[in-house]
């Protein structure tokens, strides 16, 4: 009569560290795709409704009651499937306009140089965000093009200036450690580059 082998389960314990593995990693990749295409299903349903003619006043606006300054645009469009994957923005006729110089009085302003709330313009602007690649924790950027951008500061002193234009904010009372993630871009191009201005007129400087 054969003698039966005795099992001492060393086999069993040897298989259950790759199955656990296994498993944990079915778990990350399909937590991945989880999260792709729920921020893929996102992104289609919020382009399909914030056309041009809804996006551009709605940007507009935002901007413009976040920042001290009337941020407009003639038009602002999100374009994702024929750029899938990249969700590509595109800005036409960008102007800024400070709003921060408003506290001066009548005869001050009469000081200032022509068109000195104009804090920046820009002809068109386009640039894409990568979206499979936020899920990894990267930021990844592709083709942004400034077309045409004008930029004029001024400083009236040490307080009032026509950059001075986003609020200050709370003071956070949780010190936790800032996170930076991967950053990448591939193509960063400023085209028919206009004018760069700076004026102080505290210093009398002008340039």
Request: charged share 20%; net charge neutral; glycine share 6%.
């Amino acid at each position: 009569m054969a003698k039966r082998k005795k099992y001492d389960g060393s086999v069993g314990r040897c298989r259950w560290p790759w199955r656990l593995l296994r498993c944990g990693l079915l778990t990350v990749v399909w937590t991945v795709v989880a999260v792709l295409l729920l921020t893929v299903g996102l992104v289609t349903t919020a382009v399909k409704l914030l056309t041009p003619e809804r996006l551009t006043p709605l940007v507009g606006y935002c901007a413009s009651t976040y920042l001290k300054a009337d941020v407009r645009a003639s038009r602002v469009e999100l374009t994702f499937w024929s750029t899938f994957p990249r969700l590509t923005l595109e800005v036409d006729s960008l102007s800024v306009v400070s709003r921060s110089l408003s506290p001066l009085t009548d005869e001050e302003r009469a000081a200032l140089p022509v068109g000195a709330d104009t804090l920046l313009t820009v002809d068109g602007f386009v640039g894409g965000v990568n979206l499979a690649q936020l899920p990894l924790g990267r930021v990844a950027l592709y083709d942004v093009v400034i077309d045409r951008p004008i930029v004029n500061l001024l400083s009236v002193n040490d307080s009032v200036s026509n950059f001075n234009i986003v609020p200050p904010s709370e003071p956070d009372t949780v010190t936790s450690p800032m996170i930076i993630p991967d950053f990448s871009i591939d193509r960063f191009a400023i085209v028919n580059a206009g004018p760069f201005s700076y004026t102080s007129l505290a210093d009398s400087v002008s340039g």
